[in-house]
């Protein structure tokens, strides 16, 4: 996938205005946003993304779902039983194998995404030092030798017989530039080595890299450029020392940007696989992955007081969820003092026939008084104003009568953030930004535990006044 067509993912305001908060680029008041604001800023972040920023950043965008991802598979492999539905949320090959998912994904968000074990400022910086600690000319500069030539020799012969003539030999002599033959054959080997690594259209993405082996391979050419104009190449002499220290030292370079790259090729394996992940049907939808994680850190909270949590409608090993208009419990909590059925997508009319769904329902299923205990309506949008919620949460109070009911929403929302209000009987919650980590979820899971406590759905044992949830 290329950087820019990233951009094309992410044409809902909201999904661009979450990408924009995970890499910091929302502002301080990122609900002021407008749409058009937020397209504008997307596309100036694209624009100077590197593919390496792009992984970082997608991971970041990820983060959150794949948090939620873990709790859910983490809480059901416990009982070893995925769980399908409409969501298709199973530990499968044949839908979607999650273990393969939670090791790909759940980055750190603030991890730093590195290749090669060598930052790429870094080797690039080495190469350059080379180039300007290396003294190239000194290196292959021709020694100044005196040639003999023909009458030269001719008078060196005779002057075995009359040495006066080698003196006269001396003044034919020509002067002449000699180098290694052994010396430029290597040198040229490297300029070739140089060029062969420079040119990789994948070098494009690394600027500095690139520069920097273009430095070597000008200062490896014009030296042997110039050596080879003003010298003549010596058969008899060897390798010298300092060629051979240079060619050490350039064949680790080359070594460690062939390896760089190699582990850049691997970011842009993860690059398409995030692009391919934020396409499905799947993460559109992760709207009812949050329902059901809310639904499953419930369950938590029910068994740290206590509970054997049953879950129904297994079938092979399977937790069958249905969604939407549901009459029977998807899961039962069994605790000493009573039993809790626990409803997702829980359905009633009333007498004049209007309907109710709320998310989440507890119900007090055997006892005389048999009611709702909490009613649980998680939101997944920016959208969700404090009004709004504010009449959901009204309605479903009134309606249900439970002595806990909730309106939770994932994203923070600047009007509610945790909003609680208690009677001695009945509690109501209006909250934002309840997902995983967050000290929002923290605190309406005490609500729940103190709800929970102050009906006996404890365990035996369990110190009435210590309302800590524990995982």
């Not at 790429?120 to 910086?125: I, R, T, V």
């Not at 409608?313 to 029977?328: E, F, Q």
Request: hydrophobic share 40%.
């Amino acid at each position: 996938m290329a950087v820019a067509s990233f951009a094309e993912l992410l044409v809902d305001p909201d999904d661009r205005l979450d990408f924009l908060e995970a890499v910091g680029a929302a502002g301080e008041t990122p609900h002021s946003l407008s749409p058009q604001e937020t397209a504008r800023r997307m596309g100036g972040l694209v624009d100077q993304m590197s593919p390496e920023d792009l992984v970082s950043n997608l991971s970041r965008y990820c983060h959150g779902f794949t948090a939620m991802l873990d709790d859910i598979v983490r809480v059901l492999e416990e009982v070893e039983t995925p769980v399908v539905g409409q969501c298709q949320l199973r530990v499968l090959d044949d839908d979607l194998n999650m273990s393969a998912l939670r090791s790909t994904w759940a980055f750190d968000p603030d991890g730093k995404i590195t290749v090669g074990g060598e930052d790429e400022a870094l080797l690039a910086s080495r190469i350059a030092e080379l180039v300007s600690t290396v003294d190239f000319w000194e290196l292959m500069s021709p020694r100044y030798t005196m040639e003999e030539t023909p009458i030269s020799e001719m008078l060196r012969r005779d002057a075995l017989m009359d040495p006066a003539e080698g003196f006269i030999a001396d003044t034919f002599r020509r002067p002449t530039n000699q180098v290694s033959a052994a010396d430029m054959a290597a040198l040229w080997e490297l300029v070739e080595e140089v060029e062969t690594s420079r040119d990789r259209p994948i070098l494009t993405r690394f600027p500095s890299m690139n520069l920097a082996l273009e430095t070597l391979w000008t200062a490896l050419d014009d030296t042997y450029g110039q050596a080879r104009f003003q010298g003549s190449s010596v058969r008899g002499w060897g390798l010298s020392e300092e060629m051979e220290s240079l060619a050490t030292q350039i064949h680790q370079c080359l070594e460690e940007v062939d390896a760089f790259l190699q582990a850049s090729s691997g970011i842009k394996r993860v690059e398409a696989m995030l692009a391919d992940f934020v396409q499905t049907e799947f993460w559109r939808h992760r709207w009812r992955i949050y329902e059901i994680w809310v639904l499953v850190r419930m369950m938590e909270c029910l068994s740290a007081h206590g509970a054997a949590i049953e879950l129904h409608d297994v079938s092979d090993g399977v937790w069958n969820i249905r969604y939407g208009r549901a009459t029977t419990p998807c899961a039962v909590a069994h605790f000493d003092s009573g039993d809790l059925d626990i409803y997702y997508q829980f359905y009633k009319t009333n007498d004049r026939g209007r309907s109710s769904m709320p998310d989440i329902v507890l119900m007090e299923g055997r006892r005389a008084a048999a009611g709702a205990l909490a009613v649980i309506d998680p939101k997944h949008g920016r959208s969700y104003s404090k009004g709004r919620v504010r009449r959901t949460l009204r309605r479903y109070s009134k309606e249900h009568g439970a002595a806990l009911t909730a309106v939770v929403n994932y994203y923070p929302v600047p009007g509610y953030q945790f909003d609680h209000q208690a009677d001695g009987v009945r509690h109501e919650v209006l909250a934002s930004d309840v997902q995983p980590g967050s000290l929002a979820t923290q605190q309406f899971e005490l609500v729940l535990a103190e709800v929970l406590t102050s009906r006996n759905y404890r365990r035996q044992d369990q110190d009435p006044t210590n309302r800590s949830v524990t995982r």
